[in-house]
């Protein structure tokens, strides 16, 4: 099993930037997907779910300005990210598990990708 975050980069304030998370050895929409964020001395912060049953969840620090999506025929999850702030800058990963759950909570998912770089200039 495997997943694979990818999509960032380097963006202006204000900017948007699209991220995908694709899976092998296991169909994502059967999961629920979750994106965390790490920046540099902080704790890993949930910032977007989908789940199985395609419930979203998004905290209120990216509520109107990020997306969850899935597209199972291509076995991705999506998040689109709008209205990018200097706060948005962190490594972003994408995490599964094999529920209906929202959880925030890291240890509630099994399976990681390997995290990809936002960084957000003002």
């Known amino acids: 099993v495997q997943l694979q975050a990818s999509g960032g980069g380097l963006v202006q304030s204000g900017g948007s930037l699209r991220l995908s998370c694709s899976a092998s050895?296991?169909?994502?929409?059967?999961?629920?997907v979750h994106w965390f964020r790490q920046a540099p001395g902080k704790e890993r912060e949930g910032v977007s779910c989908?789940?199985?049953?395609?419930?979203?969840y998004y905290p209120d620090s990216v509520k109107g300005r990020f997306t969850v999506s899935r597209n199972n025929s291509l076995n991705t999850v999506y998040l689109e990210m709008n209205d990018l702030k200097p706060e948005d800058t962190a490594v972003y990963y994408c995490?599964?598990?094999?529920?209906?759950?929202?959880?925030?909570?890291?240890?509630?998912?099994?399976?990681w990708g390997q995290g990809t770089q936002v960084t957000v200039s003002s």
């Open positions: 050895g296991l169909s994502l929409g059967e999961y629920a």
């Open positions: 989908i789940s199985s049953d395609s419930t979203t």
């Open positions: 995490a599964a598990a094999r529920s209906s759950t929202t959880s925030a909570t890291p240890s509630s998912y099994n399976y």
